[in-house]
């Protein structure tokens, strides 16, 4: 394990190892304040996506295909100060994830789990606010990425932690599923031109609203890479 002024700590993916309990350690000692609440931090452009308008802890919330909207409920949880965790990630961008606002000094990052993915979440759940993980691909097609039970022993651990999970992809018994319904760039011209932002509407279903549906036309991102609500004096991006 490494780690620098500015850059996100990376993590081995063994659990059991001398190095995740000494991570453990360190974090502990370096957590600002605990969790007063199980509604955590939340980005207010994200927040009426949510039931009761926020990141809740002891939850997970899936989200489907946007590596940058899953990002996004990082966002509040790290801008107040509590740690959180990205895993089976391995191509994400650091720089992405500052330029959104999230504090790399407070960032762990398990690129490669390994098969005892479910092992390191429940070793990160201990220290951490919010875990955001990539399930890796089913066994068999058609398969959940985890079991009904599994997904009830974490979320046990979540409530009791009072931490939150955002799974990319599906997840069992998720209290929202956030989805892009529509995408649109800005920043080219006729053939020419440079991708600057994008508009998107994101969609999301919850139990807890009765089948009923939420959607909310976003910057994601925008021109100064953060995540904002699209605005009625906001023109209309040309289309890409």
Do not use: Y
């Amino acid at each position: 394990m490494s780690s620098s002024t500015g850059a996100a700590l990376v993590a081995p993916a063994d659990p059991r190892g001398e190095t995740v309990r000494e991570l453990q350690e360190r974090i502990r000692g370096m957590q600002r304040r605990t969790l007063d609440t199980r509604a955590l931090p939340t980005d207010p452009a994200l927040a009426e996506l949510l039931p009761g308008g926020a990141l809740a802890a002891g939850t997970a919330v899936a989200v489907e295909s946007s590596t940058l909207l899953a990002l996004g409920l990082l966002l509040g949880p790290s801008r107040a100060g509590s740690w959180c965790a990205v895993v089976g990630l391995p191509d994400l961008g650091v720089e992405a994830a500052a330029g959104l606002g999230i504090d790399l000094e407070r960032l762990v990052l398990v690129p490669h789990p390994g098969e005892q993915w479910l092992s390191v979440l429940a070793a990160l759940v201990e220290v951490v606010s919010v875990v955001l993980v990539r399930p890796p691909a089913p066994s068999r097609p058609g398969r959940p990425p985890v079991s009904e039970a599994a997904a009830g022993r974490l979320a046990s651990r979540l409530r009791q932690r009072e931490a939150a999970l955002v799974a990319l992809g599906d997840w069992p018994r998720s209290e929202a599923r956030l989805s892009i319904a529509e995408s649109s760039w800005s920043g080219i011209g006729q053939g020419f031109g440079r991708l600057q932002a994008r508009q998107v509407t994101v969609a999301s279903a919850s139990r807890a609203w009765s089948g009923r549906g939420r959607s909310r036309r976003l910057w994601l991102p925008g021109a100064d890479q953060r995540i904002a609500p699209v605005t009625a004096w906001d023109a209309a991006p040309a289309a890409g």
